[in-house]
């Protein structure tokens, strides 16, 4: 087993920036890729950010491009998502996930274990 711990979320002005943490323990060798997705309320939940635990690869949502940045650190077990120039559409609860392979990671169904979220409020 795996468990994540998301913590950083809270209230931000349009423009502002917030940062992420996601903080892995347990059987954390057995992770390939980490996620974030994010749920708005009467939404799916939609693929933000991946990254490829090994290598460092990463993958974005269009949306988040030159906004949003994923980030690891392997000895902490600390995948961060550093997020600029917030808008009010980032308005969600966002969840850290890890994945047992490095496939497809944009999919939630490839991911294995899920943290319990953190809410992220973008002020107009």
């Known amino acids: 087993q795996v468990q994540l711990v998301e913590s950083g979320g809270g209230l931000v002005q349009a423009g502002g920036s917030l940062r992420l943490s996601c903080a892995a323990s347990?059987?954390?060798?057995?992770?390939?890729?980490m996620g974030w997705f994010r749920q708005a309320p009467e939404k799916e939940r939609e693929f933000v950010a991946a990254i490829i635990w090994g290598d460092a690869s990463t993958f974005y949502r269009d949306s988040v491009k030159g906004r949003f940045t994923i980030s690891r650190d392997n000895a902490k077990n600390t995948v961060c998502l550093q997020m600029n120039s917030l808008k009010p559409e980032d308005t969600a609860v966002y969840y850290c996930?890890?994945?047992?392979?490095?496939?497809?990671?944009?999919?939630?169904?490839?991911?294995?274990?899920w943290g319990q979220g953190t809410q992220v409020t973008v002020s107009s």
């Open positions: 996930a890890a994945a047992r392979s490095s496939v497809n990671l944009i999919r939630n169904d490839k991911y294995s274990y």
């Open positions: 347990g059987r954390t060798f057995s992770m390939y890729g």
